[in-house]
């Protein structure tokens, strides 16, 4: 068999405290198209940008056509035929679409006064064979989503790409676009070029892969031919076999209905019906680019409701803002505490307090003394771990930080709970006192949404778990009877081919 | 542990300057230092007290992550409007009565536009530096507009107009609005929910939403005080000056954004104080005396200034947090 024609041998990545990769191994022979599948986190996207020179690893080698290749550049990358195409599609929106394809390309004969009529000639045959269907002077910001991923597709291939990596391709694309792009994908496999493709979505792997290189953790766990396998096994190796979970320590009869949505639909949710009672943790699983975080942003006020209806202790709710929602009873733990929640600034009591200033003034003057003594039983509650009271949230650590925001919740009270991924980047201690405190929550008769990255935590904290994909939810499990391959198999359907979860023998 | 820190930078600074106008002080006949006599230091005060006023508000709208570059037309209008009805309206009206509401005339109009400026910055949601640039020319244009571009000078006579600026030219008056204004100012900042509210939405205003927090309303009440405090020093600017000026307060939004830097609020707001603009304030205050005393010219002054400003900024700014 010929030399591979791009390989990984040992590459690790830390980011920070963070391992990405370790020891990960990869092989891409040629015209094959092979796919990088794992969870979130796991490491895919990083693995991909090493090989395409824009993250340096830390150790490890790369190996071009069996040679070691140092790749330390995009531009690198470029002159030894690799191509990416990023999730985020990097295009200079202002500039027109053959602008975007010749600049910065070692292709294109560069150097003297380039005319318009030179622009278009080179990139006429790209713009082709990617099957974009407009002219090279159009502007790439007035492209849609699906055509501008044609132009990146275009863009590569005009540097010569013998092979592309495509990172989560289809995660802003509609079906037809993605069809499009599967059939692109084929052609440019018979003419002979690699294409590396990053996703997580398990019917497109069947439908356009070779083969699969599944990553957990950071670690190669194994590569597999695609034909010789099925979902179920690819869902297996993702998961991993740790699957000890310490379940609820008990769980309470739920109580009446607190929070009900009905064919909730917004920009990125499609007709989404559930119900929340009170002393219940509703689960709430799927991808990143699910909807999940998005069914916070619509109880919350966040993303306008273009049709269905909430109802929130049985009348409704169409919040028109945050403010407005939190005055009717439902608080968010916004998914990035950093951009979202916290006043990086302020000190840990004014973090915690800022939400209920208004029962703690007089006049508009700040009862100080009243703020300590709210804030003291939450601290000890949360089990806040903090130099003193005073001390800025940006120097505390990830799980305290999460605490105080925990706690600006917890001291205004709401009925209904939507946490967004709350254990997201902390310590395992950490972990243990937020699991408590939810428990708490359903305790004391509160409603409480639990969206979670690991499914470990909505195992072990949930009573039902609605999965959402791609804006549907697509399964309702109860958490008794869930495992995390169920949960993974039905987070990774996409599309009406594949609604019913796969159900796969333990 | 570090904002103390840093407000000791800047206490540090304002020491070192004023040591240094000591050194360099010319000495009088008897011998004392000039520098020091009461005479000048409350000349000082004076000098610096309508820049310290507006600097006050300026601070509470940097503090949000704005900036209002309209205060010195805010002055100028506040100024033409006091000077029109102490000379123009009201002929009837005893003199306590006519003073009065022509001070609250002027402030109410200047306060109102800042507010407008508000309102179209979180309504429409334009940049602040965009918004207030618009009313920086247009305000000044509608002073002008109303004075027919003269002054209107307030005499010396016996009337009410020489009577009002009798009362507000004296220093007491003048420096001792100056201190009220900025302990009020300190403790809105320091005790309230409002001030809490500011300095929330200048850290992280995605947050503040989130956290239900009233934005537009926070910034409407911001740039209504900096008009308000605007148009306040713009009716001490009157009686100063003995004249209603359209063309008064030029540049004077820099001098107050200068001072509320130096002072250790950056213009991305979320930190700060009024008592590091009270310092900044005074720093640029005693700085040009001691310059002017020693017969600077005082355009290698603009320039001395100028090395301070980056100065004081280059300080503060090494450990920034972001």
């Given at each position: 068999m010929a030399a591979p024609l791009l390989e990984a041998r040992d590459v690790s990545k830390r980011f920070g405290g963070v391992a990405a990769l370790r020891h990960a191994q990869f092989s891409l022979r040629p015209g094959e198209v092979h796919a990088l599948i794992g969870e979130n986190g796991a490491g895919k996207s990083t693995l991909a940008k090493i090989l395409a020179g824009s993250v340096k690893p830390d150790a490890g080698r790369i190996l071009i056509d069996g040679q070691p290749a140092a790749i330390a550049s995009p531009l690198d990358a470029q002159r030894l035929g690799i191509g990416i195409i990023y999730q985020e599609l990097d295009l200079f929106p202002h500039l027109t679409v053959g602008e975007n394809i010749v600049i910065g390309n070692l292709c294109f004969p560069e150097g003297r006064l380039t005319s318009p009529r030179n622009v278009d000639a080179f990139c006429r045959p790209f713009l082709e064979q990617a099957g974009l269907e407009c002219g090279a002077r159009r502007m790439a910001g007035s492209l849609s989503i699906g055509e501008r991923q044609l132009l990146a597709i275009a863009r590569a291939l005009s540097m010569n790409a013998r092979a592309i990596l495509m990172d989560e391709p289809t995660s802003s694309l509609f079906d037809d676009a993605a069809e499009r792009l599967f059939g692109l994908i084929r052609e440019l496999k018979d003419r002979g070029v690699s294409i590396v493709y990053v996703s997580h979505k398990m019917d497109e792997i069947f439908r356009v892969c070779d083969r699969a290189t599944v990553l957990r953790d950071g670690e190669t766990v194994e590569t597999v031919e695609v034909a010789a396998t099925n979902a179920g096994e690819i869902i297996r190796l993702m998961v991993g076999r740790n699957l000890q979970i310490a379940a609820r320590p008990y769980r309470r009869p739920l109580g009446e209905v607190v929070l009900e949505a009905h064919g909730l639909t917004s920009g990125k949710l499609k007709d989404v019906s559930f119900q929340l009672h009170r002393s219940e943790v509703l689960g709430v699983a799927g991808l990143v680019g699910s909807g999940r975080s998005e069914l916070g942003a619509a109880l919350f006020g966040l993303d306008r409701i273009r049709a269905g209806a909430i109802h929130l202790r049985g009348s409704p709710l169409q919040p028109a803002s945050p403010r407005d929602a939190i005055r009717r009873g439902i608080g968010l733990l916004p998914e990035d505490r950093r951009l979202e929640g916290l006043m990086m600034r302020m000190s840990v009591i004014e973090n915690s307090t800022l939400a209920v200033l208004a029962r703690m003034q007089k006049l508009g003057f700040i009862r100080r003394r009243q703020e300590i003594s709210a804030l003291g039983p939450v601290v000890r509650q949360l089990a806040l771990n903090c130099p003193?009271?005073?001390?800025?949230?940006?120097?505390?650590s990830g799980g305290n930080q999460q605490k105080v925001l925990l706690a600006r919740w917890l001291l205004l009270d709401p009925d209904v709970f939507f946490l967004d991924d709350p254990t997201r980047g902390i310590d395992v201690g950490a972990k243990q006192d937020i699991y408590r405190i939810i428990d708490g929550l359903a305790a004391a008769g509160k409603g409480v949404m639990l969206v979670s990255s690991e499914l470990p935590d909505l195992l072990r904290c949930c009573d039902r778990i609605l999965v959402l994909s791609n804006g549907r939810l697509t399964a309702v499990y109860d958490a008794k009877e869930a495992t995390q391959e169920t949960i993974m198999a039905s987070a990774t359907s996409f599309g009406p081919h594949m609604r019913k979860p796969v159900k796969d023998a333990p | 542990m570090l904002d103390l820190l840093r407000r000791a930078q800047s206490l540090a600074a304002l020491s070192g300057i004023l040591v240094l106008a000591i050194l360099i002080s010319p000495v009088a006949s008897d011998g004392s230092r000039i520098f020091l006599q009461p005479g000048n230091l409350t000349d000082i005060l004076r000098q610096i007290s309508l820049i310290g006023i507006i600097a006050l508000a300026m601070t509470f709208v940097i503090l949000t992550g704005g900036i209002d570059l309209s205060v010195g037309s805010l002055l100028a209008i506040s100024t033409t409007l006091t000077a029109m009805a102490l000379t123009r309206a009201w002929p009837h009206a005893s003199y306590t009565s006519h003073i009065l509401r022509a001070i609250l005339a002027a402030v109410a109009v200047s306060t109102l536009a800042g507010a407008v400026n508000g309102a179209v910055i979180s309504a429409l949601r334009i940049q602040p530096f965009i918004v207030t640039l618009a009313s920086m020319i247009g305000v000044r244009g509608l002073a002008k507009w109303l004075s027919s571009n003269e002054n209107i000078d307030i005499g010396f006579g016996r009337d009410v107009a020489a009577e009002f600026a009798a009362v507000f030219r004296q220093k007491a008056i003048v420096i001792g609005s100056y201190a009220c204004a900025a302990a009020l100012f300190w403790i809105l900042l320091a005790r309230t929910v409002f001030g809490r509210h500011v300095r929330a939405i200048g850290d992280n205003e995605k947050a503040a939403e989130y956290a239900g927090l009233p934005i537009r309303g926070t910034k409407i009440w911001v740039y209504s005080l900096s008009g308000l405090l605007s148009g306040f020093a713009g009716v001490l600017y009157a009686a100063e000056n003995h004249q209603g000026n359209p063309n008064a307060g030029v540049a004077y939004e820099l001098d107050a954004i200068a001072a509320v830097v130096i002072g250790g609020t950056p213009l991305t707001g979320g930190k700060g104080s009024i008592s590091g603009t009270i310092v900044g304030t005074l720093i640029m205050g005693v700085l040009t005396n001691m310059l002017r005393l020693k017969n600077v010219d005082s355009n290698v002054e603009m320039m001395i200034k100028a090395v301070i400003i980056v100065l004081a900024v280059a300080v503060q700014g090494r450990d920034s947090d972001k």
């Open positions: 003193s009271l005073a001390s800025p949230a940006a120097s505390l | -």
